[in-house]
């Protein structure tokens, strides 16, 4: 990573506020495509910083203008998880189809999907509260590229569903009253905006990517933004038909 990516990178997540210990949905980065043509393959995964999370995302074309992917979200915290520590373990996983149109510099889609994941917050006392979400999201976006620089930019609107949860109600006044709000709201629409830029170094990409819901979540206790540097590579897969004109 050069010096001012790196240099922009750590300045703000340093001047970036953390997520509360507790949260009842964090955003993952939005998975933006950069493919050009059919077997087109990326996979990346990244580190987030508000959540301390694990990325895993991946993206292919098996036919022209059309590609599926898949997301992994992980911010997975044993300790929580046992109740050794007070915070939030949250995972989730999701799928995704959509078309794009892509030019030399340039591509533009359209992606809907859905997912699938848990939040277990451990409060204070040892007091819980585990909620089993559902996502549907549907996702404009645009990436470009060059030589040596890349830029994307997207909008999510995912539906929140909460489908079952397993809460102590003895747990703080206030984080009872945040899920209790959720369940006045469920299912929950939230726009998410995201944005990314890096470097390239032949098929590998080096990247800062941001996102943010976009609205006042607090009634919920939602963790609004997450900063997270991602790591990318492109291969092309050769099938049956390609001519050496589809080549990069």
Known sequence: ??????????????????????????????????????????????????????????????????????????????????????????????????????????????????????????YSLNNSAELNLQRWFVQPGIAYRSEFFQAAAGLRFSRLNYSQGNISFSINPNDLAYIRNIEAKNPIVVPELGVQAGIIYERMYLGLAISSIVLNTSLWDFSRLNAALVLNTTFHIRRKGDTKAQGR
Request: glycine share 14%; proline share 3%; charged share 15%.
């Open 1 to 122: 990573m050069n010096k001012a990516l790196g240099l922009a990178f750590f300045l703000l997540v340093g001047g970036m506020p953390l997520s509360s210990q507790n949260f009842n949905y964090a955003p993952n980065t939005l998975n933006i495509p950069m493919i050009r043509k059919r077997g087109d393959l990326v996979l990346g995964v990244g580190w987030g910083h508000a959540t301390s999370s694990l990325e895993v995302q991946s993206v292919y074309s098996p036919f022209k203008r059309v590609m599926i992917a898949a997301n992994y979200f992980g911010a997975r915290k044993g300790d929580v998880r046992r109740q050794q520590k007070e915070g939030t373990d949250y995972y989730l996983g999701e799928l995704g189809i959509g078309v794009y149109e892509s030019n030399k510099h340039t591509t533009i889609s359209l992606m809907a999907g859905l997912g699938a994941g848990r939040i277990f917050s451990n």
